[in-house]
């Protein structure tokens, strides 16, 4: 397809358990951000990679948070020992390149639930 | 943290009135401004963009205006049809990649 694809769509976890989160940016969009969205509120920075390096790291909340990016397509975000406060809508955004005047195109998120 | 809020989170418009939605931006030096639409379980989805050395930008029936001296975006979308309820978000941008997005505004519009 054309857009940022996410999967998986929605998933489901014990809390303790690790999950990743998958993003697979538009073809030839060099930048890639990760967001998280919690109810009712607005997205929260939590990464950005240029290429496969992530000049910005800055809004990852704690160090069970990481996220790398592969051939400067796929990025993977993982989340360790998750804790029920991960519960959020987690996601992915793509732009041709990683500066300023470049909307970002999203994809539509990985729902993320912690019993 | 960067403050980006909405002065109103829900707004009811009737269908073909003229819809506006309000954000407020703390940081003088932000100089990219976009705003999104959000629809229930999808993500959010461009709009329209405007420029620090822009004051207004028009698409296809949505206006964006920027008022620097009080830090203030609008976004006005014009014949508002019942597609356009959604939530909408307003972000901006200093360093160019990264973005600070407000809460939302919820837009129903009443048929």
């Known amino acids: 397809g054309a857009g940022v694809s996410q999967s998986p769509s929605n998933k489901v976890t014990e809390k303790g358990k690790d999950v990743e989160l998958r993003c697979d940016p538009i073809s030839g969009h060099t930048a890639l951000y990760w967001y998280r969205q919690s109810l009712g509120q607005g997205l929260e920075f939590l990464i950005y990679?240029?290429?496969?390096?992530?000049?910005?790291k800055s809004g990852l909340p704690s160090d069970r948070f990481s996220a790398e990016r592969t051939g400067g397509s796929v990025s993977t975000l993982t989340i360790q020992r998750t804790q029920q406060e991960d519960s959020a809508v987690y996601l992915c955004a793509s732009s041709l390149f990683g500066a300023a005047n470049q909307p970002q195109h999203f994809g539509d998120g990985t729902r993320l639930s912690i019993l | 943290g960067e403050s980006v809020g909405l002065h109103l989170p829900t707004l009811s418009v009737q269908e073909g009135d003229n819809s506006i939605i309000n954000c407020a931006y703390s940081?003088?030096?932000?100089?990219?401004f976009i705003w999104y639409k959000q629809e229930s379980g999808k993500g959010p989805q461009f709009i329209i963009d405007?420029?620090?050395?822009?004051d207004k930008r028009q698409g296809q029936r949505v206006t964006v205006l920027l008022n620097k001296t009080v830090k203030h975006l609008s976004l006005q979308i014009a014949a508002t049809q019942p597609g356009d309820s959604a939530v909408y978000f307003c972000a901006e941008t200093y360093t160019g990649n990264q973005f600070y997005f407000g809460t939302g505004t919820s837009l129903t519009v009443i048929p």
């Open positions: 405007i420029r620090s050395n822009m």
């Open positions: 940081n003088s030096a932000s100089d990219y």
């Open positions: 990679f240029q290429g496969n390096s992530a000049p910005d």
